[in-house]
């Protein structure tokens, strides 16, 4: 079974300040990884995901990602925010086997500028 | 591309009556399709999985005859709940995964009331 760690609720942010949402994970098998925003009322957008290769994943809007496979982590970062990337922020998982169906989400981490 | 619609956005019932919401992958086909329920300030929660022409899979705790689920093409899916009451209140959103695709596109949610 998987499960997945948000491990802040909320983080305020000061706009132009960078920050850093953390993710943790656990999985007995390997999987993919994945960071959705969602803004107020609306469905969720893929920002990144990691799938195999480069552990530093670019997503969309200036995030990034750092997939660390002993710390088990995919903690998403971005140098300077704006106002506009108020919203909700959802680690998710996946197993590789399976056939890519069951995303398993965190908790969600409001990213407060 | 990989744009999934929802219908309706919100909607509005009265305690007993049955509310149908339509899932559509509008630029692909969708062999799979999830939907998912959200609670105010809380994460997504997976209901069912549904497979183009075969019966859903629910997970547990979710009442497969109270949340009837159709996937009849490989567009579209539709999620009726059933003899509705004031706890189905939430905010559904359906996910949608194209053939040998391996990430999901998200609708952009409805929202359900009932009164």
């Known amino acids: 079974a998987q499960s997945v760690t948000q491990l802040d609720s909320q983080v305020p942010v000061f706009e132009e300040a960078p920050v850093e949402l953390r993710c943790n994970y656990s999985s007995s098998v390997s999987v993919y990884l994945f960071w959705y925003v969602q803004y107020p009322n609306q469905g969720l957008q893929l920002l990144l995901k990691?799938?195999?290769?480069?552990?530093l994943v670019k997503g969309i809007n200036g995030f990034e990602a750092e997939f660390n496979k002993s710390q088990t982590s995919f903690h998403l970062r971005k140098p300077s925010v704006h106002i506009s990337d108020t919203a909700e922020y959802f680690c998710a998982v996946t197993p590789l086997s399976g056939g890519y169906n069951k995303l398993i989400f965190g908790a969600g981490t409001r990213l407060a500028v | 591309g990989a744009v999934v619609s929802q219908h309706p956005s919100w909607v509005i019932c009265k305690s007993g009556t049955s509310v149908k919401i339509e899932c559509r992958s509008l630029d692909f086909q969708a062999t799979t399709m999830f939907w998912y329920r959200q609670f105010p300030k809380q994460s997504l929660m997976l209901m069912a999985t549904s497979n183009e022409g075969s019966k859903a899979t629910y997970e547990q705790g979710v009442e497969k005859d109270k949340f009837l689920i159709n996937h009849a093409s490989l567009t579209l899916s539709t999620l009726t709940v059933t003899s509705a009451h004031p706890e189905d209140s939430s905010f559904y959103i359906c996910s949608a995964r194209e053939v040998a695709g391996r990430e999901q596109y998200f609708g952009p949610g409805t929202r359900l009331t009932v009164t």
């Open positions: 990691y799938l195999s290769g480069s552990t």
